[in-house]
């Protein structure tokens, strides 16, 4: 084999068509395998390590291959099945394979920095035979021990350095960082041990003696020491030193001291960067229901790989999600578990590591890049040492990210809250569904998939009556509680006649009182952040908006600022109006902090926190919100959407829908069905355990077709209404939707783009199902214009022809120098 000439196909973490072959250096010949890492060069200045997706003989026809540089991985990180779901995603949703690359991995194994140099350990430090520009280089490096390219450039006044950085390589002169170090390294702590002569107990006690009379605070360390060691108990565990410095103040010194002394031992170990609770949950008790969908899950899984689990809230979903793991993991399978929020994985992966323990592992954004590398490797090792024992995990939860995860054995994924639009990705590319990505990963796997909801999306509740999925009803809440009494409130009505307390109707306000008389909670929902949506002058009717962006400026009490929620531009509010130099600007609408502000007026004895956007920016910040309300430290939640998922809280009275109209009103032809599956979501978070608890919805039109069928918990019959009307108007899931958004700072380029893409789609595709171009409701965000064009592709006639001249017209474009400023988003199945 190292005779032989070798070519790789590389894949790149960049937004380009295709893979990239590279020459194979010959010493490098036997380290080269499939799915592992390597450093590559990528036009004059840039390094990136690329991932090796096929090892072959023949060389590019139009160019000369560059060598690749180094092998960064002695065992493959990907494998062939993740290869091929990456380019099933890249072809069906329109995106490059660069692009799903660049999602998949985690960052700290994307080492795709500009490049840096440092010196090699092989120079001996003779510096006469170099060039003028090389001796400059060097000297830099003696001083700083790394440079980039582009200080390499100031440096030596080159333009392209490339040549001369190859030259001091071939030198050994100097080393790319990339070659020299990875950046992920396995966690390491201090522990602490006593010396082999102090396990007798007698020299123990001559320890405790000497340090009592001498050294209080080497007396306090040792003391901290046995207890926290469980010396006396079955099950003595190690003790980091970080414990006894959380136990005794200002521990270092006397530590040193002790391990000086030869009584304890301060020595290293890796650990995880996790925290694993032990399994110590109880069998679960089903219900004759639970047991039936169980059964029904299980004969329909002989005949069909996918399952919707149809249940209503609070009907025992999670037993059933947790008794189906509990059935893969006995057969050695592995199980992903894709929740749609990161605030969900708080909650339920307590419940899950109570059931599973430490086999069960958490992946998500918020993670740090080396906790999320550590989740990684965990999969492709088969586990990581954590003191002295290794952690391997069988079980993943997570959110749409963790579907990339490097799975060998892949026997189940559970899909929980199936139908929230959290699982589409939106920016950057692919903008994939995860749901979806889902099934077809499951059926690649030759795994089962359980798709579950109380209101299932439209599309899944279609595949299920049509046959493609397997359906099972779970229709009662678990322990015979009832579900929720639904009351609304006439907003209009109250306003009038003057009963509204703030944002509240009398019917939420007495429910509210009475459920704080009764220890109990509540929960406020208010899809909309913020203090106010604007300002408004009173006089001109001024509205500041966006520099920026065509939105308006929301305002926010706490920072006291305007803020876009779309770019981030914030400014002082204006004492007087910008355009007539009135001084009465008055709030209009209100959002949830203005709530938390005003509630404590009306319900002072009540603790009231909110949980949004703003106040879960922080990475523990969920959960703390989270326990605070299950242990019964808050009264009143005020939330977005964030409260609407799957949260489970027992102590929950009254939920109250502040306003209902605006979901309804929305343009788009999913705002009903959204509006419904909110409101009954968050409905289903009341009265969840012991008594029946109460619903109020506020809205303008209490008498809506939705509402009604919020009321009576009929999501038959407004599945029936979406899909009358989806099928009279061409909508999914009878048609395939693809909406392509181009982008330009230059409206008049946004228009000639859109303009000439949609005349050459009309051309190749049916007139009819080409709509736009039109700008969107937000025309322009961070100063780039848009415009939309949805293409409809039938899903019976000729639907891959369609799906395939679409690809050709979009790559068609891409190449035409006339449009190669103007941005183009492709978004296939848009949420």
């Known amino acids: 084999m190292n005779n032989k000439t070798l070519f790789a196909d590389i894949f790149l973490p960049l937004p380009l068509p295709g893979y990239f072959t590279y020459r194979v250096p010959a010493e490098l010949n036997e380290k080269m395998q499939s799915g592992a890492r390597v450093v590559v060069s990528f036009g004059p200045r840039k390094i990136y390590s690329g991932l090796v997706r096929k090892i072959h003989h023949t060389p590019p026809g139009s160019f000369q291959a560059k060598y690749i540089l180094s092998v960064l991985d002695e065992f493959p990180i990907v494998s062939e099945k993740q290869f091929e779901f990456w380019e099933w995603i890249a072809d069906y949703y329109l995106a490059t394979p660069g692009e799903v690359m660049n999602v998949a991995l985690p960052p700290a194994m994307k080492l795709a920095s500009e490049t840096r140099i440092t010196l090699s350990p092989d120079f001996d430090g003779e510096l006469h035979n170099l060039g003028e520009k090389e001796f400059l280089i060097a000297e830099a490096l003696e001083v700083q021990k790394t440079l980039s390219v582009s200080e390499v450039s ?361 459920a704080l008389d009764e220890q109990k909670q509540v929960i406020l929902f208010k899809n909309r952040r913020g203090f106010a949506p604007h300002m408004e002058c009173e006089q001109c009717n001024y509205i500041p908006t966006c520099t920026q962006c065509d939105v308006s400026l929301v305002y926010h009490k706490k920072i006291n600022k305007l803020k876009c929620h779309y770019c981030g531009y914030s400014v002082k509010p204006h004492n007087q109006c910008p355009s007539c130099g009135y001084t009465g600007i008055s709030l209009k609408g209100y959002g949830t902090e203005k709530m938390e502000d005003e509630l404590p007026l009306i319900f002072p004895d009540a603790t009231i926190k909110r949980m949004d956007l703003d106040t879960t920016r922080a990475k523990n910040a969920y959960q703390n919100i989270i326990s605070d309300f299950e242990d019964k430290r808050i009264d009143i939640l ?58 109020i919805i506020q809205a303008m039109d209490p008498w809506h077709a939705i509402i009604r069928q919020v009321i009576d918990n009929n999501y038959e019959e407004m599945y029936k209404n979406q899909v009358l009307e989806r099928r009279n108007f061409q909508y999914p899931p009878f048609n395939r939707l693809v909406l392509l958004t181009l982008m330009h700072h230059d409206p008049g380029k946004v228009n000639d783009a859109a303009g000439y893409l949609a005349g050459r789609l009309r051309s190749l595709l049916p007139k009819e199902n080409v709509l736009g171009p039109e700008f969107p409701i937000v025309a322009r965000i961070k100063a780039q214009y848009m415009k939309n064009i949805m293409v409809k592709l039938d899903r019976k006639s000729g639907f891959m022809q369609q799906k395939d001249k679409l690809k050709s017209i979009i790559e068609e474009y891409r190449l035409d120098r006339n449009w190669k400023a103007v941005k183009l988003k492709v978004n296939v199945d848009p949420a």
């Open 154 to 514: 100031k440096i030596t006044g080159l333009q392209k350095v490339f040549p001369l950085i190859g030259s001091l390589i071939d030198k050994r002169i100097v080393l790319l960082k990339e070659e020299l170090e990875n950046p992920y390294r396995q966690k390491v702590e201090k522990f602490v041990r006593l010396r082999p002569a102090y396990e007798d107990e007698q020299n123990l006690k001559k320890a405790f003696d000497e340090a009592e009379k001498r050294a209080p605070k080497q007396l306090e360390v040792l003391i901290a020491f046995i207890k926290l060691s469980n010396r006396y108990q079955s099950a003595v565990r190690e003790v980091s030193v970080k414990e006894i410095r959380n136990s005794v103040k200002n521990a270092d010194a006397a530590i040193g001291a002790l391990d000086k002394k030869e009584v304890l031992e301060v020595y290293k170990n890796t650990v995880s960067r996790f925290q694993h609770q032990e399994k110590m949950a109880d069998e679960i008790v089903f219900n004759e229901h639970q047991h039936k969908a169980l059964e029904d899950i299980h004969n329909i899984w002989k005949e069909k790989d996918c399952v919707l689990l149809h249940g209503v809230t609070s009907s025992g979903k999670t037993e059933i999600y947790i008794q189906l793991i509990k059935e893969a993991l006995e057969k050695g399978q592995q199980v992903l578990y894709l929740l749609p929020e990161i605030a969900l994985t708080t909650q339920i992966i307590r419940r899950i590591q109570f059931h599973f323990g430490e086999i069960a592992g958490v992946y998500h954004s918020r993670f740090n890049e080396m906790e999320r590398t550590e989740v990684w490797n965990n999969l492709v090792l088969g586990g990581v040492d954590s003191i002295n024992k290794k952690i391997t995990y069988q079980l993943v939860v997570g959110p749409r990210s963790a579907l990339f995860l490097p799975f060998k054995n892949l026997g189940l994924i559970i899909v929980d809250e199936e139908h929230e639009t959290s699982y589409k990705q939106h920016d950057p590319g692919p903008r994939y569904h995860a749901r979806d990505a889902a099934v077809w990963l499951a059926n690649h796997h030759n795994a089962r998939i359980l798709l579950g909801s109380a209101t299932p999306s439209v599309e899944s509740y279609y595949n299920a009556r049509a046959g493609k999925y397997g359906l099972v009803e779970l229709n009662k809440r678990y322990g015979g509680v009832q579900l929720p009494e639904i009351l609304v409130a006439d907003v209009k009505k109250e306003t009038r006649e003057k009963k509204m307390k703030s944002h509240l109707s009398s019917l939420l306000y007495n429910h509210i009182m009475e």
């Open 638 to 695: 005020i939330g977005t959407q964030m409260v609407s998922k799957g949260l489970d809280f027992e102590n929950v009275a009254v939920v109250g829908i502040l306003s209902a109209d605006s979901m309804l009103s929305f343009p788009d032809f999913r705002a009903h069905e959204r509006a419904y599956q909110m409101m009954a979501q968050v409905s289903g978070r009341a009265g969840r355990k012991s008594d029946r608890g109460k619903v």
